[in-house]
């Protein structure tokens, strides 16, 4: 809200608003998956342009309403204009406002991490590094295989909890191998994920939401969780 | 198919992630795989790459879709050719023509070169039962011959294999005295299948493609057992899945750029060979007797599904399998099928029935990585949704879903179907989850399913206020911050 | 000799009924699929035949460059020769180098303008043609081709993009020879190096349409040593194949 306030944009945030539906639908739910869809189109109605923050919901709204909805003309045709307002956060910054300063200021190493579906879903992987970059005092050190998944995908990460905390080790390996104090990702699940197991090993590095990030003012991220004490 | 293991997924895959032998071989095997296919398109500008895949893709959907042409124009051509074509419904009748032919030359030994589908059919036991001694000659599937367990990986059977086990293998079966130098252990292998290269009466391989226009079988390898396998027994058997025909000759070209690149990382195989009959009658060396057994096996279950049709393009790579983010933390034998990885989560269901495989298309975080690197662009993701939705709503045999699943779903739905129930939940939640939250993590859920996941990671408790709790007090009215 | 037997397989008519019905069809296609590769007539590959000749002849320089490159990092030991009657030495010259004490050859044409058996006599190396006659019935090539300590052929085609030499065994050229020896030379003359796999399946096409089929029934590529990495991914070289493989370009 703050950067996009910032931004110069006017933007309200729609209070009926839950869920995406992408829990439901990964996990073969479709009948469930079709009803909560429905109530976000509905709460969503209108011409405005709709930024999510998180990656997956993003795409969920872009890409696989229109699954959803495939046999339904009336309903498709709505995904599709629904589809074509859409924007994920770092996607509407870059490409819809053409803005990669927000005026934001972070003394500290920053590595990113490629969401699956942000990047092989809705092929935004320039964005968010070119708003790092934008970041006044902030360094992107890359860390290896930024592009592999964290281990979360959704149920998976409950279904089988150890292969998804094993993937997850691999990932913050690397973040550790990757020198930088924070990761920043555009994905609350792979947030959630990171920051669970960041936390529970007692390690020295912050997950961060890009929005987090460009919200910073001065070295401190606004709204960051609660360091643990070691 | 012979036995499939795929419902202990859960175990076999813990079991794996736990086990210091695997994950020392994965460590090792797949970031080779993966830097080695990265090399070998370095060749290419990407958009060449990407129209070699679109062209293969395309070949590939259009002979499936005239399947039936083909499969007649490659025995037509075959027989020309003076072979003989025979057609397998499934794995008993596809044994019982391999034990038929070596029957009526009297054959005692039978060598293999590899052959993803015979493993399928379980035919070294069958061979075995009926008094013929099967050796494979692929080291890989030597060594798991040797150790009686089914492949690791698709194109490096044994790679879950250390030099020591390796060793000990041999040593038990062919008393040869233990080594640790892998060149010594080749060429023990190499002596030991020589001598059976010379003498054995039947020689079976598989196929890489099998080319309709000219009847020919291309066989794409390293080692050279595949030559030795079709060049020196009496007979030749090739055993080939249905889907691997292309339909010209002019078409190898471009699967032989994509094959062994996508696999090893190789511009080409040591070794092509392309076998469209027995010995012509002027020929020096060569089987006097050439068979091709077309196998279906439940193919046509993949085949007669319009959105299933695309996996059997597939060309046996193990791309997807290497850059599987999955497949590299578990290997191939949890998979519990002769197929792993991400196409193994898509055929097995497919072939033996979803109800014996039903965890493998949730085996998977759908990342899309797979999707990304198969050669013939088969969408991988989209299909284990598709398994997924029929284990929820699909016919009486597919529905598999179980009843806490559908239970669990039930109560999303109903929490995220109104805000007002979203807020009611959450306040229930803030209240439950005060006595096992410490300074700002929840180090236990003791909840069904969900709980698996602090066993290795803190769950963050919910925030005090919601997001929309503060927009409503604090920035609606705010205009511009 | 390929056994008569009754050649049509007894379930083909029902196999490809199922195919059909998971298809969708019930009948057969009334006209073969539209595929262009498929469908191009005989006159037309042979035009196209006459274009990759040419192009061929145009660039054979620089082909002979690519091969010899991309064959020395394929792990071949190339050897260039430049003047005909020096092929014979090289080759000679190979086996000692490699201690060759008999040498399996193939009678082909490739070896009639040389004196290869008389450079290997006099460097004290047998030669053996490996092709069947009334003194050596064809059972015992096997035997002698196991036990041979090098292997020499001509080639067919030898393709620069892939490093790789053709061998299309018939009479005088068993594949064995090849094959069995831990080493393996291959004669390739100038005018056989082609540039592509594309240049090399469209004049097998050709050859299969002239021949209507009766053609060559086995064709192998070989693109370097014998090798396998299914140990701990290690590479080894020379498993079953040759492990040291020497390519001689004669220009």
Redesign the interface.
């Known amino acids: 809200?703050?950067v996009l306030?910032r931004a110069g944009v006017?933007v309200?945030?729609p209070?009926?608003?839950?869920?995406c539906?992408q829990?439901?639908?990964?996990?073969?739910?479709?009948?469930?998956a079709r009803?909560?869809a429905l109530?976000f189109m509905d709460v969503f109605d209108g011409d405005e342009p709709v930024v999510v923050p998180s990656g997956s919901c993003a795409s969920m709204i872009k890409i696989f309403y229109l699954d959803l909805f495939a046999d339904d003309p009336v309903l498709l045709e709505r995904a599709q204009r629904l589809s074509e307002r859409t924007h994920e956060f770092s996607d509407f910054l870059v490409n819809v406002l053409e803005v990669e300063n927000v005026g934001a200021a972070f003394g500290g190493t920053v590595t990113y991490h490629d969401a699956?579906?942000l990047?092989?879903?809705l092929h935004i992987s320039a964005e968010p590094r070119a708003l790092i970059e934008g970041v006044s005092g902030a360094e992107l050190a890359e860390m290896t295989d930024s592009?592999?998944?964290c281990?979360?995908?959704?149920?998976?990460?409950?279904?089988?909890?150890?292969?998804?905390?094993?993937?997850?080790g691999?990932k913050l390996e690397n973040i550790e191998a990757s020198g930088a104090e924070v990761v920043v990702a555009n994905d609350c699940g792979c947030l959630?994920?990171m920051?669970?197991?960041l936390?529970?090993k007692g390690m020295r590095q912050r997950a961060m939401h890009i929005a987090e990030l460009l919200a910073s003012q001065s070295g401190l991220a606004v709204g960051q969780?609660?360091r643990?004490?070691a | 198919m012979t036995l499939v293991k795929s419902s202990q997924?859960?175990k076999a895959?813990?079991a794996a992630?736990?086990s210091p032998k695997i994950q020392i071989?994965l460590d090792?095997?797949m970031d080779?795989f993966v830097e080695a296919r990265a090399h070998a398109l370095e060749e290419f500008p990407p958009e060449s790459w990407e129209q070699m895949r679109e062209r293969a893709s395309a070949i590939k959907a259009?002979t499936l879709?005239?399947?039936?042409?083909y499969?007649?124009l490659v025995?037509r051509?075959v027989?020309?050719?003076?072979?003989?074509?025979?057609?397998a419904?499934d794995a008993a009748e596809a044994n019982r023509i391999v034990v038929d032919i070596a029957k009526s030359v009297g054959a005692k030994q039978a060598i293999k070169s590899k052959s993803m589908v015979s493993e399928e059919m379980g035919l070294n036991q069958v061979l075995e039962r009926e008094g013929i001694e099967p050796v494979e000659?692929?080291?890989?599937e030597y060594?798991i011959q040797l150790a009686h367990e089914t492949p690791f990986h698709i194109i490096?059977?044994?790679?879950h294999?250390?030099?020591e086990e390796?060793s000990d293998l041999f040593h038990d079966w062919l008393k040869t005295a233990p080594t640790d130098d892998?060149?010594q252990?080749?060429m023990i292998?190499?002596s030991a299948?020589?001598e059976k290269?010379?003498t054995a009466d039947i020689g079976i391989t598989g196929a890489n493609f099998v080319v309709a226009?000219?009847?020919t079988v291309v066989l794409v390898t390293?080692?050279?057992?595949g030559?030795?396998t079709t060049?020196?027994p009496r007979v030749h058997v090739a055993i080939s899945g249905?889907e691997k025909v292309i339909?010209?000759?002019?078409?190898?070209?471009l699967f032989?750029?994509l094959l062994p690149r996508s696999a090893?990382g190789q511009?080409?195989?040591?070794?092509?060979?392309?076998?469209?009959?027995?010995?012509?009658?002027?020929?020096?060396?060569?089987p006097?007797?050439?068979h091709l057994i077309?196998v279906?096996n439940g193919r046509?279950n993949l085949?007669?599904d319009p959105e299933f049709r695309e996996a059997l393009k597939c060309i046996r790579c193990g791309a997807c399998l290497n850059t599987c983010?999955?497949y590299?933390?578990?290997g191939g034998h949890a998979y519990g099928g002769v197929y792993s990885g991400p196409i193994g989560a898509v055929v097995t269901p497919m072939m033996a029935g979803i109800k014996d495989a039903k965890d493998l298309?949730?085996?998977?975080?759908?990342?899309?990585?797979c999707?990304?690197v198969c050669p013939v662009k088969i969408d991988i993701p989209k299909l284990l949704?598709r398994?997924?939705?029929?284990?929820?709503?699909g016919s009486a045999s597919e529905r598999s879903?179980t009843w806490t699943?559908?239970l669990l779903?039930?109560r999303?739905?109903s929490t995220?179907?109104?805000?007002a129930?979203?807020e009611r939940s959450a306040s229930l939640g803030r209240f439950l989850q005060g006595p096992i939250t410490r300074?700002?993590?929840i180090?236990k859920l003791p909840v069904p399913?969900?709980?698996?996941?602090t066993?290795?990671?803190?769950?963050?408790p919910l925030a005090p206020k919601s997001?929309?709790t503060i927009?409503?007090d604090e920035?609606?009215g705010d205009g511009?911050? | 000799?390929?056994?008569a037997?009754s050649?049509e397989?007894t379930?083909?008519a029902e196999?490809?009924q199922?195919?059909?019905?998971?298809?969708?069809?019930k009948e057969?296609?009334l006209y073969?699929?539209d595929?262009p590769?498929?469908k191009s007539a005989t006159i037309r590959q042979e035009e196209k035949i006459q274009t990759v000749l040419a192009r061929n002849a145009a660039r054979r320089p620089r082909l002979l460059e690519r091969l010899a490159e991309n064959a020395g990092a394929?792990g071949w030991n190339v050897h260039r020769v430049w003047n005909p009657e020096d092929t014979a030495q090289t080759v000679a010259d190979i086996a000692k180098k490699a201690g060759a004490k008999n040498v399996v050859r193939s009678s082909e044409d490739v070896f009639k303008p040389m004196d290869l058996d008389g450079a290997l006599r006099r460097a004290r190396i047998k030669p053996i043609v490996?092709?069947?006659s009334r003194s050596r019935p064809?059972a015992d090539?096997?035997?002698i081709a196991?036990d041979a300590d090098m292997g020499v052929t001509g080639v067919s085609y030898a393709i620069a993009e892939?490093?790789?030499c053709v061998i299309t065994?018939?009479?005088?050229?068993?594949?064995?020879t090849s094959?069995a020896p831990p080493v393996y030379v291959a004669v390739v003359r100038a005018e056989q190096v082609i540039e592509?796999?594309?240049d090399?399946?469209?004049l097998?096409?050709l050859q299969?349409q002239r021949t209507r089929?009766?053609g060559?029934?086995?064709?192998?590529?070989?693109?370097?040593?014998?090798?396998?990495?299914?140990?701990?991914?290690?590479l080894?070289i020379?498993?079953?194949?040759?492990g040291e493989v020497h390519l001689v370009l004669v220009s």
């Open positions: 809200m703050k306030r006017d309200t945030f209070a009926d608003q839950t869920c539906g829990v439901g639908y990964n996990g073969g739910f479709e009948q469930e009803e909560v109530h699956c579906h990047l092989r879903e592009d592999r998944c281990g979360f995908g959704g149920l998976f990460s409950v279904k089988f909890p150890e292969v998804s905390a094993a993937i997850l691999e959630m994920h920051r669970g197991a936390s529970r969780p609660e643990p004490e | 997924f859960r895959s813990a992630v736990r071989a090792r095997v080779h259009q879709e005239n399947l039936d042409y499969l007649d025995d051509n027989q020309r050719n003076g072979g003989q074509v025979h057609f419904a000659t692929d080291l890989g060594i490096a059977p044994a790679m294999k250390s030099r390796v892998i060149r252990l080749c292998a190499r299948l020589r290269f010379a226009e000219t009847g390293n080692e050279g057992n030559r030795m060049s020196v249905i339909p010209a000759i002019e078409d190898v070209a032989l750029r090893t511009r080409i195989t040591s070794y092509n060979s392309f076998i469209s009959g027995p010995r012509a009658p002027s020929d020096e060396d060569g006097e007797e050439f077309l279906d046509l085949l007669k983010p999955v590299r933390k578990v298309p949730h085996a998977s975080t759908l990342c899309g990585s999707r990304d949704l398994l997924r939705q029929r284990e929820v709503g879903s699943e559908r779903m039930r999303w739905r995220v179907l109104t805000r129930a979203l300074r700002n993590r180090r399913v969900l709980g698996g996941w066993k290795a990671r803190d769950f963050p997001f929309a927009w409503r920035l609606a511009r911050g | 000799m390929a056994v037997k050649t397989p379930n083909k196999f490809l199922r195919v059909r019905e998971a298809l969708g069809r057969p296609l073969p699929p595929y590769p498929l394929a490996l092709a069947s064809r090539l096997t035997g196991f892939t490093a790789s065994p018939r009479r005088g050229l068993a594949r064995i094959l592509s796999l594309d090399y399946f469209a097998v096409r299969y089929g009766r060559v029934n086995y064709a192998n590529f070989i693109s370097g040593p014998s090798r396998t990495a299914d140990i701990e991914q290690t080894t020379g498993v079953h194949g040759p």
